[in-house]
T-cell receptor, first 115, second 115 residues
Framework: AQTVTQSQPEMSVQEAETVTLSCTYDTSESNYYLFWYKQPPSRQMILVIRQEAYKQQNATENRFSVNFQKAAKSFSLKISDSQLGDTAMYFCAFMRHSGNTPLVFGKGTRLSVIA | ETGVTQSPTHLIKTRGQQVTLRCSSQSGHNTVSWYQQALGQGPQFIFQYYREEENGRGNFPPRFSGLQFPNYSSELNVNALELDDSALYLC??????????????FGPGTRLTVT
């Protein structure tokens, strides 16, 4: 079974600064997907960024980027130029490559962006 | 393009009662997954439906059951409600199997409170 661990229950960052959220996972699969989801107080789970395990290049989406270390089973999220709207719960999630398999989530990190 | 919708938004039930939650999948999506998110936790996979058939189930008792309809909308039914069933129930839709599309799009959730 796969497990996802987020070791930082809460983090805070000043507006315009950079913050990194950590995630580690455990799996025996060789091919899989990793995701970061954002859940603001509105509760809607929003996909932030995804990474295919077979791709060595780290994914980037505007101010969001990941550091994917496959051998170390580590998948951190870097948020640059933090904005007040980034305040939310962030969940790291794993999915096997077999298509439409369930997401396995970590417990989340609560990020507060301070003005 | 219509996103994933869920109803109702909030629900209060008494222990022992039964509840039905509803989800309309995003246009073009034929797969629906249900997750339970307890307070302060990450979502946990309940089950998934693909073209009206159950396509995987998490570690939830049989009193959690579901349906998917020809239009790919879905219901989650919970019988004999327990206090621990109080949670946010999330529905996510996706398109296809066999790795065609792995992204799951979430609805806003239904907050269930059992008293």
């Amino acid at each position: 079974a796969q497990t996802v661990t987020q070791s930082q229950p809460e983090m805070s960052v000043q507006e315009a600064e950079t913050v990194t959220l950590s995630c580690t996972y455990d799996t025996s699969e060789s091919n899989y997907y990793l995701f970061w989801y954002k859940q603001p107080p509105s509760r809607q789970m929003i996909l932030v960024i995804r990474q295919e395990a077979y791709k060595q290049q780290n994914a980037t989406e505007n101010r969001f980027s990941v550091n994917f270390q496959k051998a170390a089973k580590s998948f951190s999220l870097k948020i640059s130029d933090s904005q007040l709207g980034d305040t939310a719960m962030y969940f790291c999630a794993f999915m096997r490559h077999s298509g439409n398999t369930p997401l396995v989530f970590g417990k989340g990190t609560r990020l507060s962006v301070i003005a | 393009e219509t996103g994933v919708t869920q109803s109702p938004t909030h629900l209060i039930k008494t222990r022992g009662q039964q509840v039905t939650l509803r989800c309309s999948s995003q246009s073009g999506h034929n797969t629906v997954s249900w997750y339970q998110q307890a307070l302060g936790q990450g979502p946990q996979f309940i089950f998934q439906y693909y073209r009206e058939e159950e396509n995987g189930r998490g570690n939830f008792p049989p009193r959690f059951s579901g349906l998917q309809f020809p239009n790919y909308s879905s219901e989650l039914n919970v019988n004999a409600l327990e206090l621990d069933d109080s949670a946010l129930y999330l529905c996510a839709s996706s398109a296809g199997l066999a790795g065609v599309s792995y992204e799951q799009y979430f609805g806003p959730g239904t907050r269930l409170t059992v008293t």
